[in-house]
């Protein structure tokens, strides 16, 4: 069974600019959930997206944005970039029927210059 | 969801068996323990979780006190593929909290 993919695995943008991030879940996973790591720190959590609609969101200014599609991939779409959004974005997900265990995709690391 | 304690660092030889304790004094009823671990630089991986019982996989074992108010994650024979940090994380299944909440874990080196 194939896990969770994202891509692409490394992004290189500068600040300003917009980035997006991709998420396609195991197969039969409905819920989407977005993380960010930055360098040195845990991981935080950004967003939950099931069905298509956001369940649930973090700490995180609204240029931090995401959808689900009918598929139950996902995009993270970060706006307005700043240096500090330079980190690993981690996706996860599971099923909505059994919330308890996510599993995670190998990340996108994303470079603000 | 209720806040966990681990040990910054632990070391482990490898073959022998690696036994990484958690405190959660405040866990509530309904929250369960969960334990993933992340090799440098990689995504988390799902190791193992319970409620109440003993719980055992391919993986580690979960021995949770009576009392729920700490457990601790034993991998049997260590290897060195094991280095990682290892998280406990506690949580409810229910309302929207479908969030994990991260601490900042044990690092477990495993050495020759």
């Known amino acids: 069974e194939a896990g969770v993919t994202q891509s692409p695995t490394h992004l290189i943008k500068t600040r300003g600019q917009q980035a997006t991030l991709r998420c396609s879940p195991i197969?039969?996973?409905?819920?989407v959930y977005w993380y960010q790591q930055a360098l040195g720190l845990g991981l935080q959590f950004l967003l939950w997206?099931?069905?298509?609609?956001?369940?649930n969101r973090g700490n995180f200014p609204p240029r931090f944005s995401g959808r689900q599609f009918p598929n139950y991939s996902s995009e993270l779409n970060v706006n307005a970039l700043e240096l500090e959004d330079s980190a690993l974005y981690l996706c996860?997900?599971?099923?909505?029927?059994?919330?308890?265990?996510?599993?995670f995709g190998p990340g996108t690391r994303l470079l603000v210059l | 969801d209720a806040k966990t304690t681990q040990p910054p660092s632990m070391d482990c030889a490898e073959g022998r068996a690696a036994n990484l304790p958690c405190n959660h004094s405040t866990i509530s009823g309904n929250e369960y323990v969960y334990w993933y671990r992340q090799i440098h630089s990689q995504g988390p991986q799902y190791i193992i979780h319970?409620?109440?019982n003993n719980e055992t996989n391919e993986m580690a074992s979960l021995i949770i006190t009576e009392d729920r108010k700490s457990s601790t994650l034993i991998l049997p024979h260590a290897t060195l593929r094991d280095t990682a940090v290892y998280y406990c994380?506690?949580?409810?299944?229910?309302?929207?909290?479908?969030?994990?909440?991260f601490g900042t874990g044990t690092r477990l080196q495993v050495t020759l």
């Open positions: 197969s039969g996973h409905t819920s």
């Open positions: 994380i506690v949580r409810s299944h229910t309302g929207t909290a479908s969030k994990l909440t």
């Open positions: 319970g409620l109440k």
């Open positions: 996860a997900s599971s099923f909505l029927e059994n919330q308890e265990t996510q599993y």
């Open positions: 997206y099931d069905e298509g609609e956001e369940r």
